[in-house]
């Protein structure tokens, strides 16, 4: 099955279990924002796809955001607990051992701009995947950590969630309708 096959059928049950919405989109959110995971799999496409169809559909978005929030900051807490665990070892593992430049990257960043690295770091996708492993390897207070970790996951839910009703509402718009 393809990416685009998987994402179709999440999208199609999402349309036809809107109750489940909000611990699939934890869940999407939660895989995009855990080092391992974003590598492979990447669901910023399918977190949007679900906010244009929760828009059309009537849902309330508060549980949606909640979900994804709780989701990402959840991804990007084991990802610095992973850091802070294993700390360079990491580097040689699969998947990460395919990208040599992503810690590194995410280290300099994160020396660099410290609590907003770990801030801004959520919202550009391989930043995502390598900067709150590098915080846990760098070893950035817990505090500081979650602070910029949760505030950075519910600005990025609900960015996303509402990126996608926001096209919804253009098409409708463009058609007249």
């Given amino acids: 099955m393809t990416v685009e096959e ?6 199609e049950f999402v349309r036809n279990n ?19 995971v974003s590598l492979i799999f990447p669901a910023t496409v399918i977190l949007v796809a679900i906010g244009a169809l929760i ?3 009537g849902v ?11 989701g990402a900051a959840l991804g990007d807490w084991i990802s610095y607990w992973l850091g802070l665990k294993f700390e360079n070892q990491i580097a040689r593992l699969w998947p990460l051992s395919r ?20 801030f801004f770091g959520r919202f550009f996708g391989p930043l995502r995947a390598s900067v709150p492993l590098a915080a846990g390897i760098l070893e950035m207070p817990w505090w500081p950590f ?12 609900a960015m996303l969630l509402y990126l996608g009703d926001s096209i919804t ?6 058609l007249g309708g």
């Fill in 60 to 70: 309330s978005f508060l549980p949606i955001i909640f979900g994804a929030a709780i």
């Fill in 146 to 157: 979650q602070i910029a970790n949760v505030t950075s996951a519910f600005l990025w839910a």
């Fill in 18 to 36: 809107k109750g489940w919405a909000p611990l699939i989109v934890a869940g999407l959110a939660f895989g995009e924002s855990l080092v391992f």
């Fill in 99 to 118: 990208y040599p430049d992503l810690i590194p990257r995410g280290h300099a960043f994160v020396e660099r701009y410290g609590f907003y690295a770990v």
């Fill in 6 to 11: 998987f994402s179709q059928h999440v999208v």
């Fill in 169 to 174: 509402l253009t098409f409708k718009w463009l």
């Fill in 55 to 57: 828009g059309a559909s």
